[in-house]
């Protein structure tokens, strides 16, 4: 079993950046895949981002590219969501999942964290 528990989320300004960070524990978090998506109130979760286990391999929605950046330090069992240029459209619960593949299905992931809310205002 992987625990995963997200924080960094909070209120911040249109324009503004936040980091997010997902700590892993339980068993090791080596070779996961490592994705980040989010769910805003009435609508569906949705893709982010996703990185490789060894971090050379990234996968952006769209409607962040350009802006977020994943990262992850495997020594820390942590990876990262930087999220720079923040949109009041990027308010949601921003959750971290791990898989054994690279994809972008949120029901494929084996283990979830509980979630950390992000809000922008205008």
């Known amino acids: 079993q992987v625990q995963l528990v997200e924080s960094g989320g909070g209120l911040v300004q249109a324009g503004g950046s936040l980091r997010l960070s997902c700590a892993a524990s339980?068993?090791?978090?080596?070779?996961?895949?490592m994705g980040w998506f989010r769910q805003a109130p009435g609508k569906e979760r949705e893709f982010v981002a996703v990185?490789?286990?060894?971090?050379?391999?990234?996968k952006y929605a769209d409607s962040v590219k350009g802006r977020f950046t994943i990262s992850r330090d495997n020594a820390k069992n942590t990876v990262y969501l930087l999220m720079n240029s923040l949109k009041p459209e990027d308010t949601a619960v921003y959750f971290c999942?791990?898989?054994?593949?690279?994809?972008?299905?949120?029901?494929?992931?084996?283990?979830w964290g509980q979630g950390t809310q992000v809000t922008v205002s205008s």
């Open positions: 999942a791990a898989a054994k593949l690279m994809r972008v299905e949120s029901h494929l992931y084996d283990y």
């Open positions: 339980g068993r090791t978090f080596d070779n996961y895949i």
């Open positions: 990185i490789s286990w060894g971090g050379g391999n990234t």
